[in-house]
C-alpha cells in the first residue's frame, strides 16, 4: 500500500539552517520541494537560498567530466573506483576542491592539446578520402596527356547542359596560348564532365583569368599537391593517410596512458563533485526572508510526528513545524512512497519499473503478490518443476546477494514455485507425466472433475477463463474506487463520473454476457438467459454515457481480455505436452543413457520455458489485461533528502 | 479413409497464429531494440511488450487443441 | 592710473572709449540673443531627437535580443557579414552669426530589403527588423551628430560673447568710467587749486597796493 | 530500411527531450549559472561539460545545445543509413548546408577571418565539420565553389552558372538567391522522383515551408513598398496552392491587409487574426512567428503520424529544433534580464 503523505513547511531563523538540514538529512524522511514558488495566487514568492561553494564545485565538476570526456575508457574497476571514492568522502569541502583543482590542472591542458591534435588529424582524413575520389576518376584521362616541362596542367568541371562551353573554351585557349595547348573532355558522372588541358605556364594567369570568369569550375587540391601528376597525388593521399592513421593511433595511445594512470581517481572525483553538487542544489529550492529560511515538503505521515519532534526538541521551540492543509487537487502532487509487507516488496518493484503509481491510486502491488505466483504456479503445476525451480532461485539468491533486482526476481519465484508445487500435487505431475506413470502420484479429484491437465482440457479452459473473469471485474472494481477518490479532486470529477459510470456498465456487461453464454451452453432456465440479457441491454446506456462510442469498442476489449487468460491454461498445456513427449521420447530410446540425456535436455528446455514464460505472462495478465482496468501510474516517487546509498552511475 | 480435416484444420489455426504472432513480434522486437539501445532501463518492459503478441499463437495453440480433442 | 594724463584733450578721449566700448556691448549683447534664440531652437531639436534616439535604441536592442534568441546569434553573425560595409560621409559647413557649424550629408542608412546583401529567403524576418532598427538608429545619430556639434558650437560661441559683454560691462566700461571720473576730478580739482591760487595772488596784490596806499 | 528499430529509437529520444515543466523551471531560474545547474540533468550533459572547456555562461550553454543539434540530426543520418529515407531526411538537413554554404561565402567576399568563419557554421547538413573546415580555408569565393566542383557536391551547381553574374554585379544576393532556390527546387523533385508513401509525407512539409516562405516573402515586400516584378524573382515555385500567380495577387493588393484577406479559406487563415496593432504596425516579425509556429507544429504534430514511417524522425529534427530555440530564448532572456512577460511571448510553444 502506499504511505498517506502530508506536506509540512520548516521555518526557522537562518543561522539554524546548516543544522536544520543537517538533522533532516540524517532523519532521511523529508521530500524537499521549491519553497520559493508560490502554492497558492497571491502568495508572495520567496527569496531563494544560493549555497557559496555551489559554483566552483560544479566548475570544477563539469571541468572533470570534460577531461573525462577526451579520455579513451581504459579498464573500468569498479571497486577500485570505490576505494577511491570513499577516500575522498573522507576530505573536507575546501579540501576536495582543491584536489579537485589540482587535478584539472595537471590534465586539462595536455589532453585538451591532445584531443585537439587527434580531431584535426581525423577531420583531414575524411578530407582526403573526399580528394581521392576524384582524383581517382581523373587519373585515367590524364594518362592519355603528353607530359611535358614547363606546362601546367588544370582539370575543369563542367555541368553537362553547359558542355558546349568546351568549344568555346578550346578556341580561346588557342587564341591565349597560341596553339600551346592540349584539351581532352570525357564524362565525369551525369552531370558533370571532366576537361584536362595542358599548356604552357606562360599563359597561365591569363588562362586562369579566363576560366574565373566562364561557368566551369577547376578541380582544387590542397596547395602541397599542385603542379604534381594526379598518380603521384594519389600515392602521397595513401602516405599521408597512412602517417595520419599512426599519429592519431600514437594520439590514441597517449591519451590512453593518461587515461590508465588517472581514470579511476577522475571517475571517483566526478562521482562525488556531482553529488555534492546536488546535496548543495537542495538550497536553490529553499526560500528565505531577511531572517528566516522556509523549507516545504512532504514527508510520509508517520514519519511526521517523530522527525517534528526531533526538530522541536533539538532548536528548542526555534524551528517551526507546519502541517499544509492541502485540498485534494494539491494532494494529488504528492510523491509516491510505497510502504509495503515484505512479501510485496517485489511486486512493488515490477511496478516501479513499469510506471510508479501515482500517490492518491491504488497500489496494484499487493493484489500481484497474490495472484501473479498464483498464476504462475497453475501454468506450471509439475512438483519436479516446482522443486528444481525453488533450488534455483535460492541458490541465485545466494550467489548474487548484491544485485537488487535479481533478489526481487528470486523473491518471486520462489513464491512462485511453491505454488508451482502444489498445483504439481493438484495435477498429479512430477516432470510431466513421469510421477503418474511411476505411481509415485496421482491426479486430484476436484469438484468432479480429475485434475489431469492433458485429459481435463475444457475444465482448464473454463477454470482459466472464470479466473479471467474475476480478475477482471475485480479490476474494474478497483477502477470504480479509484474514480471514486479521485472525485474529490475538482478537476477531475468529470472524467472520475464517466468512468464510473463506464466501468460499473462494464461490470453488468460482462455477469449478464457470463448469464447468457452459461444459460445457452448447459441449457440453464431462460429466465437467467433473459436476466443477462435484459443485463446487457440496461448497462449498453450506462457504457455509453461513460465512454461514448469508444467505450462500445472497449466491450469487446474486455471480452477478449477475459479471453486471454485462456493463455494460463494454453501455457500449462504446452508445458505438460512438452514433459510427456519428453518422457516418452526418453523411453523409446533403446539405450537408456541415451533415453536418460534426451530426456534431461527436453525437460531443461521445458524448465527453461516454463521459468521465463509462465512468469512473462503472468505478469502480462496483470499489467495488460488488469492493470489497464483501473491503473495510471505516472507518480514521481517519494525521494528523501538523504544520501542515496548504493547509487551507481548510469 | 483417415480424416485428415481435422489436424490440417488445427495446423491451419495454430501454424497461422504462430506466423502472425512472428511477424508482430519482429517488429516489436525490432522497435524494442531501438528503445533499448536509447534507454536500457525499459529493458523489462520491453520484454513484456515483445510478449504481447504471444495471445495470438495460444489463441491459436488453444483453438488446435480444441479441434483435436472435441472433434476427434 | 598715475600714467593717466589728467588733461581735458583726455577727458575727451576717454568719453570717446566709454561710448565706444557702449556700442559695443549692445552689439555684442543682440548678437547673444540671437545666437541664444537659435541655440534653443536647435536645442529643442537635439532633446526630441535624443528622446527618439533613446526610444529606438530601445526597439532595436529589443529587436536584436530577439533575433538573437530565436534565430541563434550565429545566424545573426553569419547575416552580418552580408551586410558588412563601411561608411563614408560627406562633411559641409555653414555660418550662425558667424558660427561655423556642420552639415553632414543626408544620407538614409535604412536599406531596402533588397539591399542588405543577404537573400531574403534564408533571413529570418526578426533579423531585418533589427538590421533595420539599427540603421534607423545610426541615421538619426548621424543627424544628432550634427545638430549637437552645432548646438555644442553655438554655446561656446554664446559663452564667449557672454564673457565679453561680460568684459566690457563689468571691467572695461567701469574702469574707463572711473579713468573719466578721476580726469575730471583732478581737472576739477587742479581749477580750484588755480582759483583759490589766483584768489591768494589777488589778495597779495591787493594787500601789497593797499601797503603801497597807506605808504 | 527497418523503421521498427530507428523510430524506436528516436521516439525514445523524443522522451528525452525537455518537457513542459523543465522548461518552466528553467524560465524560474534567477541566472544562468543556475540554468546550467539545471540543464546539467539532463541530456545536455555530456556537451554542456565539453563546451565548458572552453566557454562559460551564455556562450556555454549556446554552444552547448548547438553541439547538441548537430550530435542529434547526425544519430539519425547515421541510423537510417542507406536508401530512400536516408535521402529525404537530408532533403531536411541539407537546409543547414545552404546556411552554412551561405556563410562561408558571405566571409569570404568580406575577406573574413576563416577562425570567425568557421565560429559561425552549424554543421547539422550533410556537409560534417571536416568539409567546413576545408571549405573555409579556400582563399576566395570562386575556390570555394571549384572545392563544392571537385568533391561533387550538388550545390555547385547553382552557385557556378551564377557565378559570372555575381562577378559582374559584385553583388552576393545573386549566388545566395540561386542557393536558395535550388534547395527548394531539389528538394521538390528529389522528393517527387521517390513517390512512396514517405516521400508524399515529407512533401506535404516542403509544400508547407514554401508556402510560409512565400507569404512571408509576399509580406516582407509589400511593407518594404517592393515593386511586383522585382519581388517575383523571390518566390519559390512548386507550391499548388500559393503559385505564382496567386501570389502577384496579394502583392498587388498593395496592402498587408489586402494580402491578409486572400489568406482567408487556407490553412494559413489564422495569420489573418493576428492583433490588430501588429497589422498597422506591418510587424513582420509577428506575422513569421506564427507562421513557424504553425510549422513547427504541423511537423511535431507528425508524431502522432504512421509510427513506421519517415514521419517520426521528421517530427524529431522539428523538436529538437525548437526545443534548443526555446532553450536558447530562456537562456538569453535571462542573461539580458527580458521580463517573463516578453520572455513568454517569444518561446516556441508546442
Request: include cysteine.
Amino acid at each position: 500500500m502506499l504511505q498517506k503523505m502530508v506536506k509540512i513547511q520548516v521555518l526557522g531563523p537562518k543561522k539554524d539552517l546548516h543544522n536544520v538540514l543537517d538533522l533532516l538529512y540524517a532523519r532521511g524522511t523529508v521530500h524537499i520541494e521549491d519553497a520559493s514558488v508560490p502554492t497558492a495566487p497571491g502568495e508572495i514568492s520567496l527569496k531563494r537560498m544560493t549555497a557559496e561553494q555551489v559554483g566552483d564545485i560544479a566548475i570544477a565538476h563539469s571541468k572533470i567530466g570534460g577531461i573525462l570526456l577526451t579520455l579513451p575508457k581504459s579498464v573500468y574497476d569498479e571497486k577500485a573506483v570505490a576505494y577511491s571514492y570513499s577516500n575522498l568522502q573522507a576530505i573536507s569541502h575546501e579540501d576536495l576542491l582543491v584536489k579537485a583543482n589540482s587535478v584539472i590542472n595537471e590534465l586539462e591542458t595536455a589532453t585538451k592539446a591532445l584531443a585537439k591534435e587527434k580531431s584535426e588529424l581525423e577531420l583531414a582524413l575524411i578530407n582526403l578520402g573526399r580528394y581521392e575520389k576524384i582524383i581517382e576518376k581523373i587519373r585515367p584521362l590524364e594518362t592519355s596527356m603528353p607530359k611535358l616541362e614547363g606546362f601546367e596542367v588544370t582539370v575543369l568541371l563542367i555541368q553537362k547542359e553547359f558542355k558546349d562551353i568546351i568549344d568555346i573554351i578550346r578556341n580561346t585557349l588557342t587564341e591565349i596560348t597560341k596553339r600551346q595547348f592540349e584539351l581532352l573532355s570525357a564524362e565525369l558522372d551525369e552531370n558533370t564532365i571532366a576537361a584536362v588541358t595542358i599548356f604552357n605556364k606562360r599563359y597561365s594567369d591569363q588562362v586562369h583569368s579566363y576560366f574565373f570568369s566562364q561557368n566551369v569550375n577547376e578541380v582544387r587540391l590542397p596547395p602541397e599537391y599542385l603542379g604534381k601528376p594526379f598518380n603521384e597525388i594519389f600515392a602521397l593521399i595513401e602516405k599521408k593517410k597512412d602517417q595520419s592513421t599512426g599519429e592519431i593511433s600514437k594520439l590514441n595511445a597517449e591519451l590512453g596512458k593518461i587515461s590508465s594512470k588517472w581514470y579511476i581517481e577522475l571517475t571517483a572525483l566526478h562521482r562525488i563533485l556531482g553529488e555534492r553538487t546536488d546535496e548543495l542544489s537542495i538550497f536553490s529550492k529553499i526560500g528565505q526572508t531577511e531572517y528566516t529560511f522556509v523549507l516545504a515538503g512532504w514527508i510520509p505521515k508517520k514519519s511526521l510526528r517523530e522527525t517534528r519532534d526531533a526538530l522541536i526538541d533539538t532548536f528548542a521551540g526555534r524551528v517551526i513545524v507546519n502541517e499544509l492543509i492541502l485540498t485534494p487537487d494539491e494532494m494529488a502532487e504528492a510523491p509516491t512512497f510505497y510502504d509495503n509487507p515484505r512479501f510485496v516488496k517485489p511486486f512493488e518493484f515490477l511496478m516501479r519499473v513499469v510506471s510508479p503509481a501515482k500517490s492518491t491510486e491504488f497500489d496494484p502491488s499487493p493484489v500481484m503478490a497474490i495472484f501473479l505466483p498464483l498464476f504462475f504456479g497453475i501454468m506450471v503445476g509439475d512438483m519436479g518443476y516446482g522443486l528444481i525451480i525453488l533450488v534455483f532461485a535460492l541458490i541465485m539468491k545466494w550467489k548474487f546477494a548484491d544485485r537488487d533486482w535479481l533478489q526481487h526476481l528470486m523473491n518471486i519465484l520462489i513464491i512462485g514455485a511453491i505454488w508451482t508445487i502444489f498445483f504439481g500435487w493438484l495435477y498429479g505431475e512430477i516432470l510431466g507425466d513421469m510421477g503418474e506413470h511411476m505411481g509415485w502420484i496421482e491426479p486430484q479429484t476436484l469438484f468432479g472433475v480429475s485434475w489431469n491437465r492433458i485429459d481435463a482440457m475444457v475444465p482448464f479452459l473454463i477454470l482459466s477463463v472464470a479466473i479471467g473473469v474475476f480478475h477482471v471485474i475485480l479490476g474494474l472494481v478497483l477502477g470504480i474506487v479509484n474514480s471514486y477518490t479521485e472525485m474529490s479532486c475538482k478537476r477531475h470529477v468529470d472524467k472520475a463520473k464517466k468512468h464510473i459510470c463506464e466501468k460499473t456498465g462494464m461490470i453488468i456487461v460482462i455477469i449478464g454476457l457470463i448469464l447468457v453464454i452459461a444459460g445457452m451452453v448447459l441449457a440453464l432456465p431462460a429466465a437467467l438467459v433473459t436476466t443477462g440479457a435484459i443485463l446487457v441491454i440496461v448497462a449498453i446506456p450506462l457504457i455509453f454515457i461513460g465512454g461514448g462510442a469508444f467505450g462500445m469498442f472497449e466491450i469487446m476489449g474486455t471480452v477478449s481480455n477475459i479471453l486471454s487468460y485462456s493463455r494460463i491454461m494454453a501455457i500449462g498445456m504446452a508445458s505438460v505436452i512438452l514433459a510427456a513427449v519428453a518422457n516418452k521420447l526418453g523411453g523409446m530410446m533403446e539405450v537408456a543413457l541415451v533415453g536418460v540425456i534426451i530426456a534431461v535436455l527436453l525437460h531443461t528446455l521445458n524448465l527453461v520455458l516454463a521459468m521465463f514464460s509462465p512468469f512473462l505472462h503472468s505478469l502480462r495478465l496483470h499489467l495488460v489485461e488488469f492493470d489497464s482496468k483501473f491503473y495510471e501510474g505516472g507518480g514521481k516517487m517519494y525521494k528523501p533528502f538523504k544520501k542515496e546509498n548504493g547509487e551507481k552511475p548510469t | 479413409m483417415v480424416d485428415f480435416g481435422i489436424p490440417i484444420g488445427a495446423g491451419i489455426a495454430f501454424g497461422l497464429g504462430a506466423l502472425a504472432t512472428g511477424i508482430a513480434q519482429s517488429k516489436i522486437g525490432a522497435a524494442g531494440a531501438g528503445t533499448i539501445a536509447e534507454k536500457p532501463e525499459m529493458f523489462g518492459l520491453m520484454i513484456i511488450l515483445v510478449a504481447i503478441p504471444e495471445t495470438l499463437v495460444i489463441l491459436g495453440f488453444v483453438v488446435a487443441s480444441m479441434i483435436m480433442i472435441m472433434l476427434v | 592710473m598715475e600714467q593717466i594724463n589728467p588733461t581735458r584733450m583726455e577727458l575727451i578721449k576717454k568719453n570717446a572709449q566709454i561710448r565706444l566700448a557702449e556700442q559695443g556691448r549692445d552689439l555684442l549683447r543682440e548678437k547673444m540673443d540671437a545666437l541664444i534664440q537659435e541655440f534653443f531652437n536647435v536645442m529643442e531639436s537635439v532633446s526630441q531627437s535624443r528622446g527618439e534616439l533613446e526610444r529606438i535604441s530601445d526597439a532595436a536592442q529589443h529587436a536584436l535580443l530577439i533575433a538573437l534568441a530565436i534565430d541563434d546569434p550565429v545566424t545573426l553573425k553569419s547575416a552580418s557579414f552580408a551586410t558588412r560595409r563601411g561608411i563614408t560621409l560627406d562633411i559641409k559647413g555653414k555660418n550662425v552669426m558667424g558660427v561655423p557649424v556642420p552639415i553632414i550629408e543626408k544620407k538614409r542608412f535604412v536599406k531596402s530589403l533588397l539591399e542588405r546583401g543577404y537573400s531574403i529567403l534564408g533571413v529570418s524576418g526578426r533579423i531585418d527588423e533589427a538590421a533595420e532598427k539599427y540603421e534607423a538608429e545610426l541615421d538619426l545619430i548621424i543627424t544628432l551628430a550634427e545638430t549637437e556639434t552645432s548646438l555644442r558650437r553655438l554655446g561656446n560661441e554664446i559663452q564667449m560673447t557672454r564673457r565679453r559683454v561680460n568684459a566690457l560691462e563689468q571691467v572695461l566700461i567701469p574702469e574707463l568710467k572711473r579713468q573719466a571720473k578721476y580726469i575730471e576730478i583732478t581737472i576739477d580739482e587742479r581749477d580750484r587749486e588755480d582759483l583759490y591760487r589766483l584768489k591768494k595772488v589777488k589778495k597779495i596784490i591787493e594787500r601789497k597796493k593797499k601797503a603801497a596806499e597807506i605808504m | 530500411m527497418e523503421y521498427a528499430y530507428v523510430n524506436a529509437r528516436i521516439k525514445a529520444m523524443k522522451s528525452r527531450l525537455l518537457d513542459r515543466t523543465l522548461l518552466e523551471q528553467l524560465i524560474n531560474k534567477p541566472d544562468i549559472d543556475s540554468i546550467i545547474t539545471e540543464l546539467e540533468k539532463t541530456t545536455y550533459r555530456e556537451e554542456l561539460d565539453r563546451a565548458g572547456v572552453l566557454f562559460s555562461g551564455i556562450n556555454r550553454i549556446e554552444v552547448a545545445i548547438r553541439n547538441d543539434l548537430v550530435k542529434k540530426f547526425r544519430t539519425i543520418l547515421n541510423l537510417i543509413k542507406g536508401g530512400e529515407s536516408e535521402q529525404l531526411i537530408s532533403i531536411i538537413l541539407q537546409r543547414w548546408d545552404i546556411q552554412n554554404i551561405k556563410t562561408i561565402l558571405r566571409g569570404k567576399n568580406i575577406q573574413e577571418n576563416p577562425s570567425e568563419i568557421l565560429e559561425c557554421l552549424i554543421p547539422a547538413g550533410e556537409l560534417d565539420e571536416a568539409a567546413l573546415t576545408e571549405l573555409v580555408k579556400q582563399p576566395d569565393i570562386k575556390a570555394v565553389i571549384d572545392l563544392l566542383a571537385t568533391w561533387g557536391i550538388v550545390y555547385a551547381r547553382p552557385l557556378a552558372l551564377n557565378f559570372k553574374e555575381f562577378t559582374d554585379t559584385g553583388d552576393m544576393v545573386v549566388l545566395e538567391y540561386a542557393l536558395d532556390t535550388f534547395y527548394y527546387e531539389d528538394a521538390i523533385s528529389g522528393v517527387k522522383a521517390a513517390e512512396s508513401e514517405d516521400a508524399r509525407i515529407l512533401m506535404k512539409m516542403i509544400i508547407t515551408e514554401i508556402d510560409i516562405n512565400n507569404i512571408k516573402t509576399v509580406l516582407r515586400a509589400i511593407r518594404d513598398r517592393i515593386d511586383v516584378e522585382e519581388a517575383k524573382r523571390y518566390f519559390i515555385n512548386g507550391s499548388p496552392d500559393f503559385h505564382a500567380g496567386k501570389l502577384i495577387s496579394m502583392m498587388k493588393t498593395g496592402t498587408i491587409e489586402g494580402a491578409l484577406k486572400q489568406l482567408e479559406k487556407s490553412p494559413y487563415e489564422f495569420i489573418t487574426k493576428i492583433p490588430k496593432e501588429y497589422i498597422a504596425a506591418e510587424k513582420i516579425s509577428a506575422f513569421e512567428k506564427e507562421l513557424e509556429q504553425y510549422l513547427i507544429k504541423k511537423a511535431i504534430s507528425q508524431f502522432m503520424g504512421d509510427p513506421l514511417s519517415i514521419a517520426i524522425p521528421i517530427a524529431y529534427i522539428w523538436a529538437k529544433y525548437s526545443e534548443v530555440t526555446n532553450i536558447r530564448v530562456i537562456a538569453r532572456s535571462i542573461f539580458m534580464e527580458v521580463p517573463e512577460k516578453e520572455l513568454r511571448e517569444a518561446l516556441i510553444s508546442v
